[in-house]
């Protein structure tokens, strides 16, 4: 199976500066990479898939890069409720994977 | 608006089965997937498997053939996921989600709230 993996674990950033939050494949997930927001005690939330498209209801300062087997999600200036867990997941092969998380903590 | 209702939290003893169920509705039940992920404490996502609505096919991940069961009532747009031969290693929240795309594409667009599901003797 494709290993995902995040980097850094934790990050950490003042509010309202930008965050760069890295995830790299095993193998060429060619666009098929997601990237989902996860708060404390909280169900997953879509943020990105395709590698770079915004899902339904995502602000802008969210924004998504990469092909192959290295992505990257940018988050432009952190408001207060940005600062939780990121995680990726490939959808190229079965079955699907997903990276280990990285939390984005207040500097 | 789509909305995904799991059931409440459960404990069960090492060797026992446990049946969580994910009650969708705001979408037509069967054009989309339903899927399972569960999250052990402080660890990653784990993929379990999804189940063709329609159809009522089942793709099961690998580490969870014969051990995991996923069923739907179309009549009650509800999915199941029964897991058996519980272990301590099976003690995590588990998640259904919508398939959100058609054919070998597994982006989820919707969760469920989660269930909590303890294993302990």
């Known amino acids: 199976e494709i290993v995902m993996t995040q980097s850094p674990a934790t990050l950490s950033v003042s509010p309202g500066e930008r965050a760069t939050l890295s995830c790299r494949a095993s193998q060429s997930v060619s666009s098929n990479l997601a990237w989902y927001q996860q708060r404390p005690g909280q169900a997953p939330r879509l943020l990105i898939y395709?590698?770079?498209t915004r899902a339904t209801g995502i602000p802008a300062r969210f924004s998504g890069s990469g092909s192959g087997t290295e992505f990257t999600l940018t988050i432009s200036s952190l408001q207060s409720e940005d600062f939780v867990i990121y995680s990726c997941?490939?959808?190229?092969?079965?079955?699907?994977?997903f990276g280990q998380g990285t939390k984005v903590e207040i500097k | 608006q789509v909305h995904l209702v799991q059931s409440g939290a459960e404990v069960q003893k090492p060797g026992a089965s446990v049946k969580v169920s994910c009650k969708a509705s705001?979408?037509?039940?069967?054009?989309?997937?339903i899927t399972w992920v569960r999250q052990a404490p402080g660890q990653g996502l784990e993929w379990m498997g999804w189940i063709n609505t329609d159809s009522g096919k089942t793709y099961y991940e690998q580490k969870f053939q014969g051990r995991v069961t996923m069923t739907r009532d179309t009549s009650t747009t509800t999915a199941y996921m029964e897991l058996r031969s519980l272990t301590s290693d099976d003690a995590a929240v588990y998640y259904c989600?919508?398939?959100?795309?058609?054919?070998?594409?597994?982006?989820?667009?919707?969760w469920g709230q989660g269930t909590l599901v303890t294993v302990s003797s």
């Open positions: 997941q490939q959808y190229s092969n079965w079955p699907p994977t």
């Open positions: 989600a919508r398939k959100g795309c058609t054919g070998d594409c597994y982006i989820l667009d919707y």
């Open positions: 705001g979408y037509t039940f069967n054009t989309y997937g």
């Open positions: 395709g590698a770079s």
